[in-house]
């Protein structure tokens, strides 16, 4: 397996302007995770889904980010307005329950967003 | 809740010394315990876990943690320090099988030669 695929790997864009975030987890693994990596906050995790249903979104910090899993090979993340603050690097990263007890979960390369 | 708390963001030591990081956790059940290491520009990848049974684990690269369940710890050591171990290490606890996981802020590790 090609392990857990994220696009595009980094994404420049202007304060305002939409972004999306795609992912494709391990084919086989029924949770994804979608967590953000900043210097100041560290590793926060976002939403997470299982079976393509949001289980929670506790963590989206704010209406101007949404999540979608309408299969359960892909699930993007998208940002709408973005604003300066949202630069970070988005983790995908997908799981599966079967797998025992201490599941893994596997992550992806991660995409390194900048809006300016 | 439970939380985790990695003492020390930064860490530096000789190659061919002793690796120590050490993790601390709050759990209100017995917890899952995970170490993470993130090379640069990479994602996370598992070093190692503890689930139930001994307490002592291994992982990959001459890694291992011991669960101290008295002491609420789980610090992970590895014996002779190579370069390639220059990383980001993250501790990380779950409560449950399929949980989510909770991170620690992450301990930088530095190899001197």
């Known amino acids: 397996d090609a392990g857990v695929i994220q696009s595009p790997r980094h994404e420049v864009t202007e304060m305002g302007q939409e972004v999306t975030l795609r992912c494709k987890p391990i084919?086989?693994?029924?949770?994804l995770f979608w967590y953000r990596q900043t210097m100041m906050r560290g590793l926060e995790l976002l939403i997470y889904?299982?079976?393509?249903?949001?289980?929670?979104d506790s963590g989206m910090p704010e209406d101007r980010f949404s999540a979608k899993m309408p299969n359960a090979s892909f699930s993007t993340l998208k940002i709408q307005p973005s604003e300066p603050r949202d630069s970070a690097v988005y983790f995908c990263?997908?799981?599966?329950?079967?797998?025992?007890?201490?599941?893994?979960?596997?992550f992806g390369p991660g995409t390194r967003l900048t809006v300016l | 809740a439970q939380s985790v708390t990695q003492l020390g963001s930064h860490v530096s030591v000789s190659e061919g010394a002793l690796v120590l990081l050490r993790c601390n956790y709050s759990?209100?059940?017995?917890?899952?315990l995970f170490w993470y290491v993130q090379y640069p520009n990479q994602g996370l990848q598992l070093l190692l876990k503890?689930?139930?049974?001994?307490?002592l684990v291994k992982g990959i690269n001459g890694f291992e943690a011991e669960f101290k369940k008295s002491e609420t710890s789980f610090h992970l050591t590895k014996p002779s320090a190579h370069m390639s171990d220059a990383a980001e290490y993250f501790c990380?606890?779950?409560?449950?099988?399929?949980?989510?996981?909770?991170f620690g802020a992450g301990t930088q590790v530095v190899v001197t030669p």
């Open positions: 990263a997908s799981s599966w329950s079967s797998g025992g007890a201490g599941n893994e979960q596997f």
């Open positions: 084919s086989g693994h029924d949770y």
């Open positions: 889904f299982n079976n393509n249903v949001p289980i929670d």
């Open positions: 759990s209100s059940v017995p917890p899952y």
């Open positions: 503890y689930t139930t049974g001994a307490t």
């Open positions: 990380a606890v779950a409560p449950d099988s399929w949980g989510k996981l909770q």
